[in-house]
């Protein structure tokens, strides 16, 4: 593996439905490689646990520094397990289409103002920052706070 690793999964588009994952690193030239992949027959986080095992086996038991992944908590497990060094992030394009899935419809006509909003707050620097502005979301969107405070929050440092 390289320094980091960004993972995803190609959930049931093949046909027989499987989930294909793919490990992806980029190269010496900055240009992305598939560095694994594999077709399992569920998303436990004991089956992604066996992928990384094996994975780990096969690269000489290098270890990235950071794995990007979805919001998938069965990845997260089994990278902690596989890789307890690892910082995992949340990758930014699933996180973009989450809050659009999940908040668009909710906050209607503030969304725009709340999308900005929450890139500012994503983006702080400065742990201070981003919990000033943290808590202006919370005041500002309530709507928003059970999304924020199920799937959002515990991703913070990432």
Same mark, same amino acid.
Request: proline share 4%; aromatic share 16%; charged share 20%.
């Given at each position: 593996?390289? *320094?980091?690793?960004?993972?995803?999964? +190609?959930?049931? +588009?093949? =046909?027989?439905?499987?989930?294909?994952?793919?490990?992806?690193?980029?190269?010496?030239?900055?240009?992305?490689? #598939?560095?694994? %992949?594999? $077709?399992?027959?569920? &998303? +436990?986080?004991?089956?992604?646990?066996?992928? $990384? =095992? #094996?994975?780990?086996?096969?690269?000489?038991?290098?270890?990235?520094?950071?794995?990007? #992944?979805?919001?998938?908590?069965?990845?997260?497990?089994?990278?902690?397990? *596989?890789?307890?060094?690892?910082?995992? #992030?949340?990758?930014?394009?699933?996180?973009?289409?989450?809050?659009?899935?999940?908040?668009?419809?909710?906050?209607?006509?503030?969304?725009?103002?709340?999308?900005?909003?929450?890139?500012?707050?994503?983006?702080?620097?400065?742990?201070?920052?981003?919990?000033?502005?943290?808590? &202006?979301?919370?005041?500002?969107?309530?709507?928003?706070?059970?999304?924020? %405070?199920?799937?959002?929050?515990?991703?913070?440092?990432?």
């Amino acid at each position: 593996f390289g *320094e980091s690793v960004g993972y995803d999964n +190609t959930a049931g +588009t093949n =046909h027989y439905h499987m989930p294909l994952l793919l490990f992806v690193i980029q190269d010496d030239n900055i240009k992305s490689q #598939i560095a694994a %992949q594999a $077709l399992i027959s569920n &998303e +436990t986080a004991e089956s992604y646990q066996w992928v $990384l =095992h #094996i994975t780990k086996k096969a690269t000489q038991k290098r270890v990235p520094n950071i794995f990007v #992944i979805d919001s998938d908590p069965a990845m997260k497990s089994a990278i902690s397990t *596989e890789y307890p060094t690892t910082h995992h #992030i949340l990758c930014i394009w699933h996180l973009k289409e989450n809050l659009k899935k999940m908040l668009h419809e909710k906050l209607g006509p503030t969304f725009v103002d709340f999308y900005s909003a929450f890139w500012r707050c994503h983006n702080s620097d400065i742990s201070d920052l981003f919990y000033y502005y943290w808590k &202006e979301l919370i005041e500002n969107y309530p709507a928003a706070n059970q999304y924020f %405070q199920k799937h959002l929050y515990k991703w913070r440092k990432s």
